[in-house]
């Protein structure tokens, strides 16, 4: 069964940083892109950032360019999110996500469960 | 950046057919996908690539996509159908994927 379960989420003050964790299993992990896509609470979904299966194609959503990083460890099938800076506006379920790349396009499939980050102060 | 436009909510009773759309420009010449997600848990792939299913999921639910439309349908609707809908696209000029607002669907 491919599954994707995150961790490392948590409440920090703004500033503040976090790193997240994603493992995989179930799938060749270096076969795929991965992603991160976040959702504030009651609100829709914001894709935050990409990363090709051998880490050379990087992307970043401009809310979290220059603040964010995301990494992969292939050997480990994990990918993880280094985020620092962080606002307020940051808070949110952060999932990390699979893409199946066909033909130009991009879907996310499966989903991990989630994993809440809170920037309170 | 490129712009999708989903109604805030639609209301369907049960056994009828729920349709939910997702506006764009030239949307139809671009590659649509739909989640599927219930209060409290992760969103759900329910169409990828415009009209196809994957595995699991009900005949039920069809996609297409045509001009500046894209919609998912929603035939013999169930109560357990209640949720957020939400389109999405890969913006080839920014190389980033794009989300529509998301579509509350009631089941009255």
Redesign the interface.
């Known amino acids: 069964e491919v599954e994707l379960v995150e961790s490392g989420g948590g409440v920090v003050r703004p500033g503040g940083s976090l790193r997240l964790s994603c493992a995989a299993s179930g799938f060749a992990f270096d076969d795929y892109g991965m992603?991160w896509v976040r959702q504030a609470p009651g609100k829709?979904?914001?894709?935050v950032s990409?990363m090709n299966w051998n880490g050379g194609i990087i992307?970043y959503?401009d809310s979290v360019k220059g603040r964010f990083t995301i990494s992969r460890d292939n050997a480990k099938n994990s990918l993880y999110l280094e985020m620092s800076s962080l606002r307020a506006e940051d808070t949110a379920f952060y999932?990390c996500v699979r893409a199946?790349a066909?033909?130009?396009?991009?879907?996310?499939?499966?989903?991990?469960?989630?994993t809440l980050v809170t920037v309170s102060s | 950046s490129y712009v999708l436009t989903q109604p805030p909510s639609v209301s369907v009773a049960p056994g009828k057919t729920a349709t939910i759309t997702c506006g764009g420009n030239n949307i139809g010449s671009?590659?649509v996908?739909w989640?599927q997600q219930k209060p409290g848990q992760?969103?759900?792939?329910v169409v990828?690539?415009d009209s196809d299913r994957?595995s699991g999921i009900p005949e039920r639910f069809s996609g297409s996509n045509s001009g500046n439309t894209a919609t998912l349908t929603l035939t013999r609707v169930e109560v357990g159908d209640e949720a957020d809908y939400?389109c999405?696209?890969?913006d080839?000029r920014t190389?980033?994927?794009?989300?529509?607002?998301?579509t509350k669907v009631t089941v009255l």
């Open positions: 992603s829709g979904l914001e894709w990409y992307h959503a999932y199946i066909i033909a130009g396009t991009n879907w996310f499939d499966p989903w991990g469960q989630g | 671009q590659s996908h989640y992760a969103p759900v792939l990828s690539d994957p939400y999405q696209v890969w080839s190389d980033h994927p794009v989300f529509g607002g998301g």
